[in-house]
Nanobody, 119 residues
Framework: QVQLVESGGGLVQPGGSLRLSCAVSASAFSISSWGWFRQAPGKQRELVAAITSGGVTNYADSAKGRFTISRDNAKNTVYLQMNSLRPEDAAVYYC?????????????WGQGTQVTVSS
């Protein structure tokens, strides 16, 4: 059983930064891809960023140049560093994982963490 637990969400002003963390309960050897999705009210869930065990990354156009996905295998943790946040980045952010290599990993989902961008 793979469990994902997100943390790090909160309220930030436009232009500010947040770092989301996702602790993965299963052995890192069973996970080949990690990702972050988000869903804003009234909108479809969308991929923000993903990373494979080989280090290949995939970013939404809206995230390129502002967000960085990374992982710490020793800690079984995935991060999403978000800089230059905009009001339109406000959403519930979900950590995801997959046991196969995928640039849109969706096998396992965390419970979500709220990010609010407002002055």
């Amino acid at each position: 059983q793979v469990q994902l637990v997100e943390s790090g969400g909160g309220l930030v002003q436009p232009g500010g930064s947040l770092r989301l963390s996702c602790a993965v309960s299963a052995s890192a050897f069973s996970i080949s891809s990690w990702g972050w999705f988000r869903q804003a009210p009234g909108k479809q869930r969308e991929l923000v960023a993903a990373i494979t065990s080989g280090g290949v990354t995939n970013y939404a156009d809206s995230a390129k140049g502002r967000f960085t996905i990374s992982r710490d295998n020793a800690k079984n943790t995935v991060y999403l560093q978000m800089n230059s946040l905009r009001p339109e980045d406000a959403a519930v952010y979900y950590c995801t994982a997959a046991t196969r290599s995928s640039l849109r990993p969706r096998d396992y989902w965390g419970q979500g963490t709220q990010v609010t961008v407002s002055s």
